[in-house]
């Protein structure tokens, strides 16, 4: 099956600052989400972009779909911003399956 | 509103009992699934189901089964032939395939664990 890779596994930032996350993936995808699990648990849809780029407010996300990546981009972080960031990726000819990553751990001090 | 609704959030099971954990949606999507995620790990897929009366195995179905007699319910039974239970449940729904796909959107999740 597809193979998805996040890094860094692990991030610890001052508030303020910005981060990128990179998704890479094995195969063509027609289905790229990015996802924010906030610390009860609750997964939160960031980003729906197989390919291109697009924005929503302090985040972005681009997916370069040629050469099988995604990244995310946070600017001006804030503590909220904390929690795990998940890419999730369905295969062209598949059946809508998304196959998650182990996740991008975002530590934001005040 | 329309959303996802897992019950209940907390659930804790005897060794050898059979669990069911419930997931209505209101958003008349199709599709339907349940995700397990273990402690520090991304999501793993159980089962999906892309229509009513049908439903297909995922990465993990060993010792789950499911249902979907209505479009709105999709429920999860964890059987006491799963052997490691304890997790976070999650459920999720989505419309359209092919090039009307639309996102997953997720509920809120149970946690299970074993007395």
């Known amino acids: 099956g597809i193979q998805v890779e996040q890094s860094p596994p692990d991030l610890i930032l001052q508030e303020g600052a910005n981060s990128t996350l990179r998704c890479n993936f094995s195969?063509?995808?027609?289905?790229l989400q990015w996802f924010h699990q906030n610390p009860w648990g609750q997964l939160i849809n960031l980003f729906y972009?197989?390919?291109g780029t697009k924005q929503n407010g302090r985040l972005s996300a681009t997916t370069v779909a040629t050469e099988r990546y995604s990244l995310l981009y946070i600017s001006s972080s804030q503590t909220t911003d904390s929690g795990v960031y998940f890419c999730a990726v369905a295969p062209n000819f598949g059946n809508e399956k998304l196959t998650f990553g182990t996740g991008t751990r975002l530590t934001i001090i005040p | 509103d329309g959303g996802i609704t897992q019950s209940p959030k907390y659930l804790f099971r005897k060794e050898g009992q059979n669990v069911t954990l419930s997931c209505e949606q209101n958003?008349?999507?199709?599709?339907m699934y349940w995700y397990r995620q273990d402690p520090g790990q991304g999501l793993r897929l159980i089962y999906y189901?892309?229509?009513?009366?049908?439903?297909q195995k995922g990465d993990i179905a060993e010792g789950y089964s499911v249902s979907r007699e209505k479009k709105e319910s999709f429920p999860l039974t964890v059987t006491s032939a799963q052997k490691n239970p304890t997790a976070f449940y999650l459920c999720?729904?989505?419309?359209?395939?092919?090039?009307?796909?639309?996102?997953?959107?997720f509920g809120d999740g149970t946690r299970l664990s074993i007395l």
């Open positions: 958003l008349n999507h199709d599709a």
């Open positions: 189901s892309q229509i009513v009366n049908d439903f």
């Open positions: 972009i197989p390919s």
């Open positions: 195969d063509s995808v027609n289905n």
């Open positions: 999720a729904s989505m419309a359209g395939t092919g090039a009307r796909r639309q996102p997953q959107h």
